[in-house]
């Protein structure tokens, strides 16, 4: 599903059920902060989020996340 897709068809109605406006990148921010509240590492928070900077740091191109750590720092929130 693109992005334009999920924010046409169901971002945009969901919103406006619920008398809301809030954007989607709203939420990456909730969540990163969640995630650092809730003391995940660094690395896992930006792999989470999907930040290409991450792949261009030397240290981190040789660090493996896995998706089960990934999950497990999102089960922690």
Same mark, same amino acid.
């Given at each position: 599903? !693109?992005?334009s897709?999920?924010?046409? $068809?169901?971002?945009?109605?969901?919103?406006?059920?619920?008398?809301?406006? =809030?954007?989607? =990148?709203?939420?990456?921010?909730?969540?990163?902060?969640?995630?650092?509240?809730?003391?995940?590492?660094?690395? @896992? @928070?930006?792999?989470?989020?999907? =930040?290409?900077?991450?792949?261009?740091?030397? !240290?981190t191109?040789?660090? =493996? !996340? $896995?998706?089960?750590?990934?999950?497990?720092?999102?089960?922690?929130?």
């Amino acid at each position: 599903m !693109t992005y334009s897709h999920f924010r046409e $068809s169901i971002w945009i109605p969901l919103m406006e059920e619920l008398g809301m406006k =809030h954007t989607i =990148h709203e939420t990456r921010h909730t969540t990163a902060t969640k995630l650092y509240d809730a003391k995940v590492p660094t690395l @896992i @928070i930006k792999r989470i989020l999907g =930040h290409k900077a991450v792949e261009q740091e030397i !240290t981190t191109r040789y660090t =493996h !996340t $896995s998706v089960k750590q990934m999950l497990k720092a999102i089960d922690k929130i």
